[in-house]
């Protein structure tokens, strides 16, 4: 008999924030629950900033994915990010994902993106949706329906209105982190597969 072959997995590669940054964005959920009706809430344990979303692959692609993102990882040395701004896509004038910008060394994590997405190409696996589209973020919601412009309007007023300080909450870019999005009846569960660690940085010592 042959061996047995794997189905295809829902694959996104992603950055993992801090518990306590989760925290403290389920209550910005929760007020924006409070003023809205019309938003659909990404679980607070499966916030993430999201590098690369590559869809269903099979496992020969998924280890190429592996390599790609260790050969990126390796080449980046750790940095760090924080919560600024919230806002919209594809505008905020006709909202349809809810998202905080990140402020810090954003520049770096752009870089990485790019350099992540080039290298994955490069490899053979296709990008479906991508940080290289938008700039990378933390998606909070989505908008339920596409509404009428009184709607969005009340949603555009509830973003420009929701005051974010969170700048202290430090996201630390250590490694890229790979994950199955295992589709169920109340939403997606996230399943870590790998993790492709970044260059420590190397503190100087007093002597």
């Known amino acids: 008999m042959g061996a047995f072959k794997k189905s295809p997995e829902r694959i996104f590669l992603s950055i993992r924030i801090p518990d306590e940054l989760k925290k403290e964005l389920a209550k910005i959920q929760r007020y924006l ?86 290298t994955l190409m490069r490899y053979g696996v296709k990008i479906i949706t991508s940080g290289d589209i938008y700039s990378p973020h933390i998606t909070l919601a989505r908008v339920k329906t596409q509404s009428k412009h009184r709607q969005f309007s009340q949603i555009r007023e509830l973003i420009e209105t929701t005051k974010i300080n969170l700048q202290d909450f430090k996201i630390p870019i250590r490694q890229i982190m790979a994950y199955k999005s295992d589709l169920r009846h109340l939403g997606p569960k996230h399943i870590p597969l790998f993790f492709a660690p970044l260059k420590p940085k190397i503190t100087k010592s007093i002597s």
């Open 33 to 118: 629950a409070e003023n809205s009706d019309n938003l659909n809430f990404v679980n607070s344990d499966q916030l993430h900033i999201t590098l690369a979303f590559l869809g269903w692959i099979s496992e020969e692609t998924k280890k190429r994915a592996q390599r790609a993102a260790a050969v990126v990882a390796e080449s980046i040395i750790e940095f760090s990010v924080y919560p600024t701004i919230l806002s919209a896509f594809p505008r905020i004038n006709r909202p349809s994902v809810i998202w905080i910008g990140l402020g810090g060394e954003s520049d770096k994590l752009n870089q990485l993106t790019k350099k992540l997405i080039d």
